[in-house]
């Protein structure tokens, strides 16, 4: 699912900011908690979601809990999946205790909202 959109520029980069903010009830907090532009984030998830081919997150008004669409869901499992793919590998970056990979800086887990 994830593999295509591995090859467009910078495409990993928004993959890995897409399973940081999920961890976090609103788009806000996770702006503030990572020193992110909300306008920065709005524009990487919105190119990330056309990389995909539709929407990762429906989103709610100021101050409200975004949740996941099934697409933002499966993207979720694939990225895992990804990560202990890349865990498994030897000399390979893998996640560390706290689930960021190695060398990559960035979750690759996250919890269902």
Not at 28 to 55: F, N, V, W, Y
Not at 85 to 98: F, I, V, W
């Amino acid at each position: 699912m994830i593999q295509p959109t591995l090859g467009i520029p910078y495409a990993s980069r928004r993959l890995r900011l897409f399973i940081q903010v999920v961890r976090y009830a609103t788009l806000m907090e996770a702006c503030q908690t990572h020193g992110i532009h909300p306008s920065t984030l709005t524009m990487q998830l919105k190119r990330l979601e056309s990389d995909l081919g539709g929407p990762l997150l429906i989103r709610a008004s100021r101050g409200r809990q975004v949740k996941l669409t099934g697409l933002g869901r499966d993207v979720v499992e694939a990225v895992e999946v990804w990560a202990q793919t890349l865990a498994e590998q030897p000399g390979k970056p893998g996640p560390d205790r706290s689930g960021a990979l190695h060398g990559q800086g960035a979750g690759a887990r996250a919890s269902s909202l």
